[in-house]
């Protein structure tokens, strides 16, 4: 059961604007995404949001919609290839980092406003998930992402 890193995204300065597309993230234990200056280290769990493209897809589909262009559902890493909230409660190595998927994401506001109905569609097991750094590392596009090895996730 292994997925790949479709895209990566980091928050603007300014909320509500576009996500910026990026290579490669760096992420820090406890503190997040090093390049995502809007929420570096703010002592919160939410520290990486993560989203399936399959599930974008669908949501589209199901809306009528061509498609959403990567990171426009404003999540930090698009995946490919595997069940993200199958995972939660677990560790998973993204790329070298490995996180805490701890909890399912809440669609906010900004969805609807990008698609109407797609808020609604993001509920229920269909939205990805929040994420929290326990080991730090870099993660690049088309990094692997896999359950954690117990004994490097510690």
Known sequence: MA????????HPAKSGAPLSPVDTIHLVADKGIEEDARYFNRRS???????????????GEALGVAGFAPGEVRSNIETTGISLVALIGQRVQVGE????????RTPCHQMDALCQGLRE???????GVLAQVVRSGAVRIGDAIQLANIETAA
Do not use: C, K, N, W
Not at 4 to 9: E, F, K, N, P, Y
Not at 45 to 59: D, F, G, K, W, Y
């Open 97 to 104: 980092a490995v996180l805490d998927f701890y909890a399912p």
């Open 3 to 10: 997925g790949r890193v479709a895209s990566l995204h980091i």
């Open 45 to 59: 769990r939410r520290q990486v949001t993560l989203i399936e493209r399959e599930q974008i897809a669908a949501h």
């Open 121 to 127: 569609l993001m509920e229920d097991s269909r939205q």
